[in-house]
């Protein structure tokens, strides 16, 4: 008998009839003799419409803040998991099981005070383990907590992960099985490359790259409290039969394991290729090659809360003047630009140039750590193909190039199959 968080999201949760095929899962794993906690998302499409009502509200005149009281967009967009906690606990007492619904404020989830964006800090798992040891499934409302000011506080958008792996280190769950829409994580995008293979395992710090860098499969910040907490996170799909067999498997359930990288022992060198959209590049020509320059840029790009993310600097000839190359969102250009010229007399540069429309592609594996020259096959497998690089930033797990947009698919191709990922 084990402990185990099933968490699912807003697809496996869309309508009636999913979270009634959502209770079949869990009644598989009840079935079997565990305890169970699940955590549910909203109904696919229910935040976005959420947060829509709530932009579509008048702005308060005189008010300090453009936007809206975060508080209150809380009170509204934390409403849709709220909905399917309840409904999946009455599906669960249909198939006669008992168990009970919870939101953020009763177990309680503290956060801190970032309304809209709040970081958990603590969760009481005492009850929740009560609970189930007595026989109770816990169904709880993922995205939400309770903040400093009693109130309560959304995570971010696909917060459900994270509350679903806080939740797995709270009540020192053996596992934590993410249900989704795909049935693992894959190399690379299949959409893009047919030839991706779902990873039997990956370890936590190539997941992090991997959903930093642009896989959407988990919320970034589920994957870094997975790493710290070292929960044994299981990516999987709730649109295959609850009932097939091997769905069950305790040790090896279909799907991909995020796990230490001790576990892992056949290590690639390169396990995934990751790639993000929308990137813009903007250059300073001839900036004074003086202590603080890039404190005077990249300050006030910080205050304006611009996401930085390459930045290359290249070296002066003369020691007089320099040019320095950063990239940001596209949609973040505008901004950006208009942060750069109000602090043009600070910064001293000369002019500022911009190309918005790139994509950054990525190179991940654990590892690069022990293996040369896997930064020159990529380069070389990228020029083979043409495709110009506009910028390079590494890390010991990864290599990212930054390229022309319409290049992107290509890339990952050539990318993927130059290290071997193929399937056969
Ligand atoms: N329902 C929230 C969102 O759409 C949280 C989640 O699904 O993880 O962002
Ligand atoms: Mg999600």
Not at 275 to 287: G, H, T
Not at 329 to 356: C, F, H, M, R, T
Request: hydrophobic share 40%; aromatic share 4%; proline share 3%.
């Amino acid at each position: 008998m084990a402990r185990i968080v099933m968490k699912f999201g807003g697809t496996s949760v869309a309508d009636l009839d999913r979270i009634k095929n959502v209770a079949r899962h869990v009644r598989r794993e009840v079935d079997a003799g565990h305890e169970v906690a699940v955590v549910v998302s909203a109904m696919s499409g229910k935040t976005n419409e959420l947060v829509g009502w709530v932009q579509g509200t008048p702005k308060v005149v005189g008010a300090n803040s453009p936007f809206y009281d975060a508080r209150e967009y809380d009170a509204v967009v934390a409403s849709g998991e709220q909905v399917t906690s309840g409904l999946l606990a009455i599906a669960l007492q249909a198939m006669e099981i008992n168990a009970r619904s919870w939101q953020g404020w009763q177990i309680p989830i503290r956060t801190d005070n970032a309304h809209g964006a709040a970081r958990i800090l603590e969760i009481d798992g005492s009850d929740i383990i009560k609970r189930m040891g007595e026989g109770q499934v816990a169904v709880i409302a993922g995205f939400q907590g309770l903040g400093p000011d009693n109130r309560i506080a959304t995570l971010g958008r696909g917060g459900s992960d994270t509350s679903a792996v806080a939740i797995a280190a709270a009540v020192k769950a053996d596992r934590c099985d993410i249900y989704t829409d795909v049935d693992g994580v894959y190399t690379t995008d299949p959409r893009i490359v047919p030839q991706a293979r779902r990873l039997k395992k990956i370890a936590f710090e190539e997941m992090l790259e991997m959903a930093s860098l642009g896989a959407k499969v988990l919320q970034v910040r589920s994957v870094e409290l997975a790493m710290v907490h070292k929960v044994r996170t299981f990516v999987r799909s709730s649109f295959e039969d609850p009932d097939a067999p091997g769905m069950g498997d305790f040790l090896n359930p279909p799907g991909t394991l995020i796990c230490d990288e001790d576990e892992i022992v056949e290590q690639e060198v390169v396990t995934g290729i990751a790639y993000a959209k929308d990137e813009a590049q903007i250059s300073l020509r001839r900036l004074a090659d003086r202590p603080g320059v890039s404190a005077a840029i990249f300050g006030p790009l910080a205050e304006s809360h611009i996401n930085v993310d390459m930045i290359v600097q290249n070296i002066s000839e003369d020691g007089s003047k320099t040019d320095m190359t950063f990239t940001v969102p596209s949609g973040d250009v505008d901004k950006a630009i208009k942060v750069l010229g109000e602090n043009k007399e600070k910064i001293g540069y000369d002019v500022v140039q911009n190309e918005s429309g790139l994509v950054k592609v990525s190179v991940i594996g654990i590892g690069m750590r022990s293996h040369a020259g896997v930064a020159a096959t990529a380069f070389k497998a990228l020029a083979d193909k043409g495709i110009n690089i506009k910028a390079i930033t590494t890390s010991e797990i990864k290599i990212s190039i930054l390229i022309d947009g319409p290049y992107a698919e290509l890339a990952v191709r050539t990318l993927h199959s130059c290290y071997g990922l193929d399937k056969n």
